[in-house]
């Protein structure tokens, strides 16, 4: 004979009278608030917490509640049960009581989750409510889980959804979000929800006499003010955005109780917001006073109370009749570094013989990132090296570089960090790691000669923030020996090419120690590889006047070609080259075309020291084949719209540019390459957004998508649409529609196929171009195991036995363990049909009429492979027969 925990049947067993003894309206009259939390353990694993605020002295404090999970299962979070000790409950003034339930859940892949707990009903008397007392009480989350979200949990409410407000008097609530990820959180209000989640009929928000709103960034629920007095529920949706992308929301469903009377609320001080370098201490004092000479209260709360180190304190410093002062103190490090500053709410309440009223304000706390240091940039004669000390405050993931033209003169805010666009700095690198040093060669277009050229570093963070900006540190180039001052291509050939180029007279030597005569050595890249020359040529010189050369033939269809000059002292028996350090290169100017719908976008392209101040574009004509020019731009791009799709459009450019050279400002003039392209429509449309739902009673999966021509695209023709068997396995093409207005798609199996699956939808365009994959969702298997709560063994042929309701036979194993109410296990099966018939174990003896308590395991076939959920009931057994075992 198998028992169980006595006490735990004996309780469950008077839970269970319990609902027999007390009516329907007073088992039913007790939820006042509450709100669904989670947070994430691994995967797709989360942890979820329902939060409920119940009256001291109903009769129907719940044992269990049920969530529903929005993927077509559902599961239970007990009060207690035996080993599942996850159930808190804390007694609060004016006879509440804080209900905790928490329990986990698998999802079976990515996709967007409502979560939902309802339960039967909300309290008596509520005014903004109908008929509340009958009206059932539902609260619900919406989670994204998306691979590129990473990992995330909801925002912790601080501040419970339960208050007193005073008719006549502005009321204040904050539920003081804090999130642990460093999302950001908005608010709004919406609508208390009823049976299914769906809003109630007939309701409305509180009547008030000017206004009453939700501030959408600090959380402020402002009442102004009540009209009348009553029970009031108000819903507040809080919602996450991280990197601008809502995540997922929280509806909190609070109450409000409005009274009459003569007291009047306690005033708070004015708060400022601070900012902190990491490290540094927030220490300050604040006093509430009071009109009734009431005594006060302070409570704070927040993030800087609920960090992992370091929490902040506050504490009374003075307090008397009619005021209250007391201190916070917060003292920083570097794990307090993020991105969104941290609320700290501060609720003053006076203790009033009639009522308590409050006072709430809020202010933020920034905590900064120091700034890196010690930067120092070192130049050569074509790039700049930058080097700084290592950052060690907080978990730094990179390093930011930005650069300016000229010396800033900016000295950062005390609240200010990153580098604001204001300065003219603009960031030209970033990278991973804990690299202190980054070269600075002109991003592929080259430094010029005569810039200083100034930089500062910042340090990045995890959740996006940004240390404060480093000193400034400035350089410009060393003037390059010999100067380079022409790359052009004076004539375009496969074979018969040419390229001029010049370089200023050498003129910063000592002629002691090289007197000559000279040689000037000239070097050409290799086609396609910039990094290595090879000698094309010499030039003998005396007098330093030869600076000019033509390389031919060349195959200038291809291009860049990229030039440097040696300069060599050519004394008998004292030949070397002169200032190796300060070798320069120059490249061809050529046009990177880039290929769209009905237009081309041009890109000048060159590695060269001196400055190009404008560029003059050049287009053939088909007719004369001669170049006509289009027009001339300062710009590093040109686009040229209004083309034809599938005609090939040639150019030519002219750069105009000048450096500065010992004094003296060179100007030059440099063509270059020839270039073509075909304008074409190579751009995919955007992802369509897919939604799925199952209608399984039919063997269905209902596939809908909205169409990209009406936001983001205009030539959509058909979707594509890919499917998978596994939720982290490869997507295989199913099928696809041939009308873009054609965007719902019904996946029918036939019966007995599992309906579990992944999905994606594509968009194509007219030229083919198809569009990523949209988000991956996934549904799971269409499990329907349902036990009945009563049956009639008596022989009659209805409802003779126990049987369970397995849609499509999804379920192939249970562990079902029935016990009657002195804990002995009365009948068990793997059966997923149970098919008990009331007969005590292994005996033809049937068991008393009475209630049986079962709990089964059932083994659910998931997406994500076959997971055990509990259920546990109760079934009542009818029958006029006896038994050996009496369950009375």
């Known amino acids: 004979m198998e028992i169980v925990n006595f006490a735990l049947m004996k309780k469950k067993l008077i839970y269970t009278v319990l609902l027999f003894l007390f009516s329907l309206q007073a088992f039913a009259t007790h939820n006042r608030a509450g709100e669904i939390t989670y947070r994430q353990i691994s995967g797709y694993t989360y942890e979820f917490t329902i939060t409920t605020f119940t009256y001291k002295y109903s009769a129907a404090n719940r044992s269990q509640l049920e969530f529903q999970w929005g993927d077509n299962t559902t599961s239970i979070a007990y009060l207690q049960d035996g080993h599942l000790d996850n159930k808190t409950i804390v007694e609060l003034p004016d006879d509440y009581y804080y209900n905790r339930y928490v329990t986990q859940h698998t999802f079976p892949g990515p996709g967007i989750y409502e979560i939902l707990v309802q339960d039967?009903?909300?309290?008596?008397?509520?005014?903004?409510?109908?008929?509340?007392?009958?009206?059932?009480?539902?609260?619900?989350?919406?989670?994204?889980?998306?691979?590129?979200?990473?990992?995330?949990?909801?925002?912790?409410?601080?501040?419970?959804?339960?208050?007193?407000?005073?008719?006549?008097?502005?009321?204040?609530?904050?539920?003081?979000?804090?999130?642990?990820?460093?999302?950001?959180?908005?608010?709004?209000?919406t609508v208390c929800t009823g049976l299914d989640g769906k809003p109630i009929t007939g309701y409305t928000l509180p009547m008030y006499s000017d206004t009453l709103y939700v501030d959408p960034v600090t959380g402020d629920l402002v009442w102004y003010t009540p009209v009348d007095t009553g029970k009031y529920n108000i819903a507040m949706d809080i919602m996450e955005y991280r990197n601008g992308v809502k995540i997922g929301n929280i509806v909190r469903d609070m109450q409000i109780d409005v009274y009459r009377t003569d007291n009047n609320p306690p005033v708070n001080s004015p708060l400022k917001d601070y900012c902190v370098v990491a490290g540094d201490t927030i220490e300050f004092q604040f006093t509430s006073t009071d009109a009734d000479n009431d005594s006060i209260h302070h409570t704070l709360t927040g993030g800087p109370f609920v960090v992992s180190d370091n929490k902040a304190v506050y504490g009374p410093v003075a307090g008397g009749l009619g005021f209250k002062t007391s201190f916070f103190r917060w003292y920083t490090d570097c794990s307090h570094i993020r991105r969104l500053p941290y609320q700290v709410t501060v609720k003053s309440k006076d203790v009033n013989n009639d009522i308590d009223l409050v006072d709430i304000d809020n202010f933020l706390i920034t905590v900064l990132a120091p700034p890196p240091v010690n930067l120092i940039a070192t130049p050569t004669s074509s790039e700049i090296i930058l080097n700084w000390e290592s950052s060690n405050c907080g978990a730094i993931t990179g390093y930011a570089i930005y650069r300016r033209e000229g010396s800033s003169g900016y000295i950062p805010d005390s609240c200010e960090w990153g580098v604001p666009s204001y300065t003219g700095f603009v960031k030209i690198g970033e990278f991973k790691g804990n690299t202190t040093t980054f070269t600075d060669d002109g991003t592929g277009e080259g430094l010029s000669q005569g810039i200083d050229y100034c930089y500062r570093v910042t340090a990045l963070y995890g959740d996006g923030a940004e240390s404060i900006a480093s000193e400034e540190a400035c350089a410009s180039l060393i003037p390059g020996f010999p100067a380079l001052l022409n790359v052009s291509v004076t004539r375009i050939g496969e074979s018969d090419g040419e390229i001029f180029v010049s370089w200023a007279k050498p003129l910063d030597f000592d002629p002691v120690d090289a007197p000559g005569p000279y040689v000037f050595q000239l070097l050409r890249s290799l086609p396609g590889d910039q990094e290595n020359y090879v000698l094309i040529d010499s030039i003998e010189t005396a007098d330093l006047e030869d600076t000019v050369y033509y390389d031919s033939p060349l195959n200038t269809l291809l291009f860049p070609y990229h030039y440097s000059v040696k300069m060599l002292n050519n004394t008998p028996g004292n030949r070397f080259e002169m200032k190796p350090d300060n070798r320069e290169t120059a490249s061809s100017l050529y046009l990177d075309i880039a290929e769209e719908d009905n237009l081309l976008v041009i890109t000048f392209r060159k590695k060269v020291p001196w400055i190009n101040s404008d560029y003059v574009i050049y287009r053939q004509n088909p007719g004369t084949m001669a170049f006509d020019s289009l027009t001339t731009t300062s710009e590093k791009s040109y686009t040229d719209a209004g083309l034809q799709n599938g005609i090939e459009y040639c150019y030519k450019a002219r750069s105009i540019g000048w450096r500065p050279i010992g004094g003296f400002d060179y100007t030059n003039s440099n063509l270059s390459h020839l270039a073509?392209?075909?304008?074409?429509?190579?751009?995919?449309?955007?992802?369509?957004?897919?939604?799925?739902?199952?209608?399984?009673?039919?063997?269905?999966?209902?596939?809908?998508?909205?169409?990209?021509?009406?936001?983001?695209?205009?030539?959509?023709?058909?979707?594509?649409?890919?499917?998978?068997?596994?939720?982290?396995?490869?997507?295989?093409?199913?099928?696809?529609?041939?009308?873009?207005?054609?965007?719902?798609?019904?996946?029918?199996?036939?019966?007995?196929?599992?309906?579990?699956?992944?999905?994606?939808?594509?968009?194509?365009?007219?030229?083919?171009?198809?569009?990523?994959?949209?988000?991956r969702i996934c549904v799971d298997e269409c499990v329907m195991y349902e036990l009945p709560n009563v049956f009639t063994p008596n022989g009659d042929g209805v409802n003779d036995l126990f049987l369970s309701k397995n849609l499509n036979n999804a379920i192939e194993k249970v562990d079902m363990k029935i016990y009657n109410r002195f804990g002995v296990l009365v009948f068990e099966t793997d059966d997923p049909a149970i098919n008990w018939n009331g007969s005590y174990k292994n005996t033809k003896d049937n068991v008393a009429p009475g209630v049986y308590y079962y709990i089964c395991d059932v083994y659910e076939p998931r997406i994500i492979g076959t997971m055990i959920r509990t259920m546990t009931g109760f079934v009542h057994l009818y029958s006029g027969e006896g038994s050996l075992t009496p369950n009375e």
């Open 120 to 189: 039967p009903n909300r309290n008596y008397g509520v005014r903004n409510i109908p008929n509340s007392v009958n009206v059932v009480f539902s609260i619900k989350t919406i989670m994204m889980i998306a691979p590129e979200i990473g990992t995330n949990s909801t925002p912790e409410l601080l501040n419970y959804p339960i208050d007193k407000a005073a008719l006549g008097h502005v009321f204040i609530h904050n539920p003081s979000a804090f999130d642990p990820d460093g999302d950001s959180i908005a608010y709004r209000l």
């Open 676 to 775: 073509c392209a075909t304008p074409v429509d190579v751009v995919p449309p955007c992802p369509p957004l897919l939604e799925v739902r199952q209608e399984c009673d039919s063997f269905l999966n209902v596939l809908t998508w909205t169409n990209p021509n009406n936001t983001c695209a205009d030539d959509v023709v058909r979707y594509n649409i890919y499917f998978g068997q596994s939720f982290d396995g490869p997507l295989d093409s199913l099928t696809s529609t041939f009308s873009p207005e054609d965007t719902i798609y019904y996946h029918l199996f036939e019966d007995g196929t599992r309906l579990a699956g992944c999905y994606a939808v594509t968009a194509v365009d007219s030229f083919e171009n198809e569009s990523d994959f949209s988000a």
